[in-house]
């Protein structure tokens, strides 16, 4: 009889074992929202149509992109679903931050800690300080997958044309100081161009986050732009602020929002600082008002630095977080983004999307022959630029604390906000160089006191 | 336990000629009953539905879903084609009432008139984007900002507003992208541009553009098309776009507007069905022959499937349901034509597909589950049965044996009943013959009395079935002698024959009196 018992035991556990097989056998989906791309074509879609063509298909994986956008919008839809807001979107199973949007978000301990599913040799392979950037509170949550620098960008086109008839050049564009000086004498010589509209002149340059340029900017010259987790605001900032405010209330810094590609490609600006990602994004076409178009020369080079400081450059990337949730759906978050980060598959990611690859092997073994086979123009002067910042210049990382995304959130709005309006206030009046150096003063009292 | 089919078979024919053990014909009775049982509780369950199979419910399923889908899907479409209708009558208002009354009979060359004009249609697309399901929306006007511009005779001005932050559901703040139109229309209202913007659009590339001016200029909802999936110029994106032309009180075609529905919406705003034969996939698709033309159309959320967006399927006619087969995996599913035009001759459909693959093991899945569950059952009942026998039978067994060993058999019944038997047999022994019978008895053994030894066992011989002539061997006499000592038996006895001696010795056998013969 227990003989009996014991078969019909067996063959309960054999058939219901068969049960769950058959069940795991069915494609896991899983959703991504991330920034590479974001509405033109992406290259990250097509590695991830690849991903599912192949190691996809093999172990029943299928990721879907259900969103390509900008750190701003993810993270504005990040924090909707983590707050749980009225028609806020349901989380994706991975999605694109920096470490300031999951310290923003309600619960953190939602996210994956990589910790849990990379062995210490596979995270060994990344480069430590990306790795380092991705922590938060201790925890891996944002897996470095590419990283970024700032770069300059310059419509050499343009660029030529205003040089030819102010004797402008360049290398003036290499210093913070030379660049200001010449987008004040830009914004002079546009509003000539059209003599009878007054102050129609054009901004030189446009800088996609102003906020990094007084970090990064206070920092090289010595001083601490942070103290106790507030801005400092001490005499280097204001070192940092006077050539700056000097350029935009003279017209010569574009000052509405969104990023930098945008006044470039529709001739309103012809250079810029922007995330060495949006090479994707610029084009090498100019629409003007009239519907005429023009085909541009853009050369890239390392950011501007201050003629006294040191060279230092904003670290850039964010890293994929994975919102826990199923043990398949986390296993198979993962699996995808071990393919996304395994050396020859990261270079080809990064190098299409204008990003530096993210593990020592990939850096060693597969970037230089990478930027070897690169051919578009746009691309070659890049990672010409990007070598050259790496040789020249030393990175920094932004510090890490709670209050860093609000800070950074109201100065990026206000400072574009307080000098546009000391613009038009400073059009009205006479355009005297003391009423320039007063509104200088008296914007920089406005904003420190609003910060 | 080792009784096999054919024994049982065999048990069941010789029962009634033989004796059977009474353990087998328990087990025969309670097998019989259980299978009867068992097959009496199949027949109720599988009428009540119970077991109803995998084909069956698939179709539920499928009709379920597709009912849904359909009624979605013409929701879905007819209210933007609404929505788009309305846009256009709008457009054609703004026009002739704020633009025409300045003197202009065209916008061609009148960046600020057309910039007035985005600006309040800016508003109208907002609205749309904001409470209709699609995502994004646009107005062309037959004019273009500089008509010196190289390719401008395939250039016209417009605005198209596309949403960023797109997802299943209606967003209440919804982020919007200039993706045509004038910069300053987008600065004026704190949106960006988007990554491939321009300022006009290239009408070469939009579908049906030129159509759209060969409105016959009666009812407007005779003119609103759908256009085929197409690339959204230099972006990733793959959609479809309603296309109405903006007509004035005099029929001019002013140029055309609508809505859009990229691929990445309808994903998101038709979320795959979770079943239990995988996920449930909304297509809308035209059909050509055969074929389901996927390539064409639009595809809700995959999850769990193997769907690709740009395959078509071979469609294969089934009873309950059909079969569309790709290059690499199948489905099962259901179409149905929606009322909506489509640019050019096709029809277009609303389908519900399910992996077929998922399916078909469900399917194999739930017929092992039946038989082996049957199996089990099954022998589970024979065991019982054996086991019930052998529990009920053993008791008896046991009595017996102790039957024989003159011992109490430890079961009531048994021993009241051998009780009885046991006085039945005393009273046997007790009883009496009938008078007469009892007097020819005693007349007889009287008679026997006068017999000699040698007569008596002759006699004896004969009881024990001997015949005469072995009877002289026996007794060491000659055949005269035992003829002689007979004629002497029948003499004393008073008998006329052997075959009467032979019936006395009969009777007093029968009635255990033979002994006293002798």
Same mark, same amino acid.
């Given at each position: 009889?227990?003989?009996?018992?014991?078969?019909?035991?067996?063959?309960?556990?054999?058939?219901?074992?068969?049960?769950?097989?058959?069940?795991?056998?069915?494609?896991?989906?899983?959703?991504?929202?991330?920034?590479?791309?974001?509405?033109?074509?992406?290259?990250?879609?097509?590695?991830?149509?690849?991903?599912?063509?192949?190691?996809?298909?093999?172990?029943?994986?299928?990721?879907?992109?259900?969103?390509?956008?900008?750190?701003?919008?993810?993270?504005?839809?990040?924090?909707?679903?983590?707050?749980?807001?009225?028609?806020?979107?349901?989380?994706?199973?991975?999605?694109?931050?920096?470490?300031?949007?999951?310290?923003?978000?309600?619960?953190?301990?939602?996210?994956?800690?990589?910790?849990?599913?990379?062995?210490?040799?596979?995270?060994?392979?990344?480069?430590?300080?990306?790795?380092?950037?991705?922590?938060?509170?201790?925890?891996?949550?944002?897996?470095?997958?590419?990283?970024?620098?700032?770069?300059?960008?310059?419509?050499?086109?343009?660029?030529?044309?205003?040089?030819?008839?102010?004797?402008?050049?360049?290398?003036?564009?290499?210093?913070?100081?030379?660049?200001?000086?010449?987008?004040?004498?830009?914004?002079?010589?546009?509003?000539?161009?059209?003599?009878?509209?007054?102050?129609?002149?054009?901004?030189?340059?446009?800088?996609?986050?102003?906020?990094?340029?007084?970090?990064?900017?206070?920092?090289?010259?010595?001083?601490?732009?942070?103290?106790?987790?507030?801005?400092?605001?001490?005499?280097?900032?204001?070192?940092?602020?006077?050539?700056?405010?000097?350029?935009?209330?003279?017209?010569?810094?574009?000052?509405?929002?969104?990023?930098?590609?945008?006044?470039?490609?529709?001739?309103?600006?012809?250079?810029?600082?922007?995330?060495?990602?949006?090479?994707?994004?610029?084009?090498?076409?100019?629409?003007?008002?009239?519907?005429?178009?023009?085909?541009?020369?853009?050369?890239?080079?390392?950011?501007?630095?201050?003629?006294?400081?040191?060279?230092?450059?904003?670290?850039?990337?964010?890293?994929?977080?994975?919102?826990?949730?199923?043990?398949?759906?986390?296993?198979?978050?993962?699996?995808?983004?071990?393919?996304?980060?395994?050396?020859?598959?990261?270079?080809?990611?990064?190098?299409?999307?204008?990003?530096?690859?993210?593990?020592?092997?990939?850096?060693?073994?597969?970037?230089?022959?990478?930027?070897?086979?690169?051919?578009?123009?746009?691309?070659?002067?890049?990672?010409?630029?990007?070598?050259?910042?790496?040789?020249?210049?030393?990175?920094?990382?932004?510090?890490?604390?709670?209050?860093?995304?609000?800070?950074?959130?109201?100065?990026?709005?206000?400072?574009?906000?307080?000098?546009?309006?000391?613009?038009?206030?400073?059009?009205?009046?006479?355009?005297?160089?003391?009423?320039?150096?007063?509104?200088?003063?008296?914007?920089?009292?406005?904003?420190?006191?609003?910060? | 336990?080792?009784?096999?089919?054919?024994?049982?078979?065999?048990?069941?024919?010789?029962?009634?000629?033989?004796?059977?053990?009474?353990?087998?014909?328990?087990?025969?009775?309670?097998?019989?009953?259980?299978?009867?049982?068992?097959?009496?509780?199949?027949?109720?369950?599988s009428f009540a539905g119970v077991f109803s199979n995998a084909e069956e419910k698939a179709l539920q399923i499928l009709s379920f879903q597709e009912k849904n889908s359909y009624?979605?899907?013409?929701?879905?479409?007819?209210?933007?084609?609404?929505?788009?209708?309305?846009?256009?009558?709008?457009?054609?208002?703004?026009?002739?009432?704020?633009?025409?009354?300045?003197?202009?009979?065209?916008?061609?060359?009148?960046?600020?008139?057309?910039?007035?004009?985005?600006?309040?249609?800016?508003?109208?697309?907002?609205?749309?984007?904001?409470?209709?399901?699609?995502?994004?929306?646009?107005?062309?006007?037959?004019?273009?900002?500089?008509?010196?511009?190289?390719?401008?005779?395939?250039?016209?001005?417009?605005?198209?507003?596309?949403?960023?932050?797109?997802?299943?559901?209606?967003?209440?703040?919804?982020?919007?992208?200039?993706?045509?139109?004038?910069?300053?229309?987008?600065?004026?209202?704190?949106?960006?541009?988007?990554?491939?913007?321009?300022?006009?659009?290239?009408?070469?590339?939009?579908?049906?553009?030129?159509?759209?001016?060969?409105?016959?200029?009666?009812?407007?909802?005779?003119?609103?098309?759908?256009?085929?999936?197409?690339?959204?110029?230099?972006?990733?994106?793959?959609?479809?776009?309603?296309?109405?032309?903006?007509?004035?009180?005099?029929?001019?075609?002013?140029?055309?507007?609508?809505?859009?529905?990229?691929?990445?919406?309808?994903?998101?705003?038709?979320?795959?069905m979770?079943s239990e034969f995988g996920g449930i996939v909304t297509v809308?698709a035209?059909i050509k022959e055969d074929e389901l033309?996927v390539?064409?159309?639009?595809?809700?959320?995959?999850?769990?499937t193997?769907l690709?967006?740009?395959?078509d399927l071979i469609i294969k006619e089934g009873e309950s349901f059909n079969t569309y087969i790709g290059?690499?995996s199948s489905f099962i599913g259901l179409h149905q034509k929606l009322?909506?035009?489509?640019?050019?001759?096709?029809e277009?459909y609303a389908v519900t597909l399910l992996p077929e693959e998922y399916y078909l093991k469900e399917e194999q899945s739930g017929r092992? %589950?039946w038989?082996?569950?049957?199996?089990? @059952?099954? $022998?589970? !009942?024979?065991?019982? #049965?054996?086991? +019930?026998?052998?529990? /009920?039978?053993?008791?008896?067994?046991?009595?017996?044996?102790?039957?024989?060993?003159?011992?109490?058999?430890?079961?009531?019944?048994?021993?009241?009943?051998?009780?009885?038997?046991?006085?039945?047999?005393?009273?046997?022994?007790?009883?009496?013959?009938?008078?007469?019978?009892?007097?020819?008895?005693?007349?007889?053994?009287?008679?026997?009395?006068?017999?000699?030894?040698?007569?008596?066992?002759?006699?004896?011989?004969?009881?024990?079935?001997?015949?005469?002539?072995?009877?002289?061997?026996?007794?060491?006499?000659?055949?005269?002698?035992?003829?002689?000592?007979?004629?002497?038996?029948?003499?004393?006895?008073? %008998?006329?024959?052997?075959?009467?001696?032979? @019936?006395? $010795?009969? !009777?007093?056998?029968? #009635?255990?009196? +033979?002994?006293?013969? /002798?």
């Open positions: 009889m227990k003989k009996f018992v014991l078969i019909l035991a067996a063959i309960c556990l054999v058939f219901s074992a068969c049960g769950t097989k058959e069940k795991e056998k069915q494609p896991v989906t899983i959703s991504i929202w991330h920034v590479y791309g974001a509405q033109t074509d992406s290259p990250l879609n097509d590695l991830i149509g690849e991903f599912n063509e192949t190691v996809g298909k093999e172990k029943g994986i299928r990721v879907e992109v259900t969103m390509v956008s900008n750190n701003k919008n993810i993270h504005k839809d990040i924090l909707a679903a983590s707050n749980n807001e009225p028609g806020a979107p349901e989380f994706p199973d991975i999605f694109v931050a920096y470490p300031s949007t999951v310290m923003a978000m309600a619960d953190e301990n939602i996210l994956v800690d990589y910790r849990d599913c990379f062995s210490e040799e596979e995270i060994e392979k990344f480069i430590p300080s990306f790795v380092e950037d991705g922590e938060v509170e201790g925890r891996l949550v944002c897996l470095p997958v590419a990283k970024s620098t700032e770069l300059l960008f310059v419509n050499k086109t343009a660029f030529d044309r205003f040089s030819e008839s102010t004797g402008a050049k360049i290398e003036d564009l290499y210093t913070w100081e030379g660049l200001y000086e010449t987008a004040a004498a830009y914004a002079e010589w546009t509003d000539l161009q059209t003599p009878e509209t007054q102050n129609d002149g054009k901004t030189l340059f446009v800088h996609d986050f102003h906020f990094n340029y007084f970090q990064v900017g206070t920092e090289s010259l010595g001083g601490d732009f942070f103290e106790n987790e507030k801005i400092a605001f001490d005499e280097t900032f204001e070192n940092v602020w006077k050539p700056y405010a000097k350029a935009c209330l003279s017209g010569g810094v574009w000052l509405y929002g969104g990023y930098a590609t945008e006044p470039l490609r529709t001739g309103e600006s012809i250079v810029s600082v922007a995330s060495s990602a949006s090479v994707l994004y610029f084009s090498d076409e100019v629409i003007y008002p009239d519907n005429t178009s023009e085909k541009i020369e853009m050369i890239v080079r390392p950011v501007p630095v201050f003629e006294n400081g040191t060279n230092l450059v904003m670290q850039r990337g964010a890293g994929m977080c994975t919102v826990k949730s199923t043990p398949e759906r986390e296993a198979a978050a993962v699996e995808f983004l071990k393919w996304l980060v395994s050396p020859e598959i990261n270079t080809r990611f990064t190098v299409s999307t204008g990003y530096m690859p993210v593990t020592e092997e990939a850096f060693s073994d597969y970037l230089p022959k990478a930027i070897e086979n690169l051919t578009e123009p746009m691309y070659v002067e890049l990672y010409k630029a990007y070598i050259e910042t790496q040789e020249k210049y030393d990175f920094y990382s932004a510090p890490k604390f709670d209050a860093y995304l609000e800070i950074e959130t109201t100065f990026e709005d206000e400072i574009r906000r307080y000098l546009y309006n000391g613009r038009n206030e400073f059009i009205e009046g006479e355009k005297t160089p003391e009423l320039l150096e007063e509104a200088i003063k008296e914007n920089y009292i406005l904003f420190k006191d609003f910060m | 336990m080792k009784l096999t089919l054919r024994e049982i078979i065999k048990l069941t024919k010789n029962s009634k000629n033989h004796s059977v053990k009474m353990q087998n014909r328990l087990l025969l009775y309670w097998g019989v009953m259980m299978f009867a049982f068992f097959a009496a509780i199949l027949v109720i369950l009624a979605e899907l013409s929701e879905q479409f007819s209210t933007l084609t609404a929505k788009g209708i309305v846009l256009s009558e709008k457009s054609s208002e703004i026009i002739e009432n704020i633009i025409f009354p300045k003197g202009i009979s065209s916008l061609d060359n009148s960046p600020k008139d057309l910039e007035i004009i985005q600006t309040i249609l800016y508003g109208e697309l907002d609205t749309i984007l904001n409470s209709s399901p699609c995502n994004g929306a646009y107005i062309i006007f037959n004019a273009t900002t500089n008509t010196k511009a190289p390719n401008a005779e395939k250039s016209k001005a417009g605005i198209y507003l596309r949403v960023v932050n797109i997802s299943g559901k209606n967003e209440i703040d919804t982020d919007l992208v200039l993706f045509r139109g004038i910069p300053a229309v987008a600065r004026k209202n704190d949106i960006e541009l988007h990554n491939r913007w321009k300022l006009e659009f290239d009408v070469s590339n939009f579908p049906g553009y030129e159509t759209a001016f060969n409105s016959s200029g009666t009812r407007i909802s005779e003119e609103c098309f759908w256009t085929e999936k197409t690339v959204l110029p230099q972006t990733w994106e793959n959609m479809v776009l309603l296309r109405i032309p903006i007509i004035g009180k005099d029929g001019s075609v002013y140029g055309v507007c609508g809505v859009e529905i990229s691929e990445l919406y309808f994903r998101l705003f038709h979320p795959a979770e809308i035209p033309m390539s064409k159309g639009m595809v809700g959320g995959i999850e769990g193997n690709r967006s740009g395959e290059r690499d009322d909506i035009k489509l640019e050019g001759e096709s277009v092992i %589950v038989i082996i569950s049957t199996v089990i @059952l099954f $022998i589970t !009942l024979i065991f019982a #049965s054996f086991f +019930l026998t052998k529990k /009920f039978v053993k008791p008896i067994v046991e009595s017996l044996e102790n039957i024989k060993s003159e011992k109490v058999s430890g079961i009531s019944e048994i021993d009241t009943l051998l009780a009885f038997i046991r006085e039945k047999e005393k009273d046997k022994g007790k009883q009496k013959l009938p008078e007469d019978i009892e007097e020819l008895f005693a007349e007889f053994f009287e008679r026997a009395k006068a017999l000699t030894p040698t007569e008596k066992t002759i006699i004896r011989y004969y009881a024990e079935g001997k015949e005469i002539n072995e009877i002289p061997e026996l007794c060491f006499i000659s055949i005269n002698t035992v003829r002689k000592h007979n004629a002497n038996i029948y003499q004393k006895l008073e %008998v006329g024959s052997r075959e009467e001696l032979l @019936l006395y $010795i009969e !009777l007093f056998r029968r #009635s255990g009196r +033979l002994d006293q013969l /002798f």
